[in-house]
Antibody
């Protein structure tokens, strides 16, 4: 059974860098689409980007200048870094897996990150 | 970027009724790469449908997806109490993935 679990600080100061990690169990992280998606409180889903085949990346154009998604195959983890955060980056952040295409069959439970001034 | 518009925003129905949710794309979705998700409060989304019409593993057959090009539909044939939730469509036919704004299916 594939499981994903997000971890990282729940509070980040404005202008700093948000860093989250997703630990994957029950699957090998060297393949597939490992993705970050976020959801501001009370709002809809926003795709942030993915890393696939352990190195190729694709990011939301609106976030591209601030986002890095990397994979650590030795730890079976992938990570999100979002720089220069503002209050608009406050959201529940989900990690998710797309098996052969970027449509998502496994999700983490989500972690709320609040950006404070 | 492909914009997905979901309608209606809210659907008020009773258990046992049929629900029809719409997702319209601003341009054609390549290869009908369109998925549907269900999200309940405090939970992560759950994949229901991929490829516009294929049910994901373990999804009951009362959920069905249809459509092509720019117009897609999710149908729930007979609403069960656990089906009241928010539903999102997502396109993955272009390099920039996008989600619709969601339809809230609420108990009437």
């Amino acid at each position: 059974q594939v499981q994903l679990q997000e971890s990282g600080p729940g509070l980040v100061k404005s202008s700093e860098t948000l860093s989250l990690t997703c630990t994957v169990s029950g699957d090998f992280i060297s393949t597939y689409y490992w993705t970050w998606i976020r959801q501001p409180p009370g709002k809809g889903l926003e795709w942030i980007g993915y890393n696939y085949h352990s190195g190729r990346t694709n990011y939301n154009p609106s976030l591209k200048s601030r986002v890095t998604i990397s994979v650590d195959t030795s730890k079976n983890q992938f990570s999100l870094k979002l720089t220069s955060v503002t209050a608009a980056d406050t959201a529940v952040y989900y990690c998710a897996r797309g098996q052969w295409l970027p449509v998502y069959d496994y999700w983490g439970q989500g972690t709320l990150v609040t950006v404070s001034s | 970027e492909i914009v997905l518009t979901q309608s209606p925003g809210t659907l008020s129905l009773s258990p046992g009724e049929r629900a029809t949710l719409s997702c319209r794309a601003s341009q054609s979705v390549s290869s009908n790469y369109l998925g549907w998700y269900q999200q309940k409060p405090g939970q992560a989304p759950r994949l229901l449908i991929y490829g516009a019409s294929s049910r994901a593993t373990g999804i009951p057959d009362r959920f069905s997806g249809s459509g092509s090009g720019t117009d897609f539909t999710l149908t729930i044939s007979r609403l069960e109490p656990e089906d009241f939730a928010v539903y999102y469509c997502q396109q993955y036919g272009s390099s920039s993935l996008t989600f619709g704004g969601g339809t809230n299916v609420e108990i009437k």
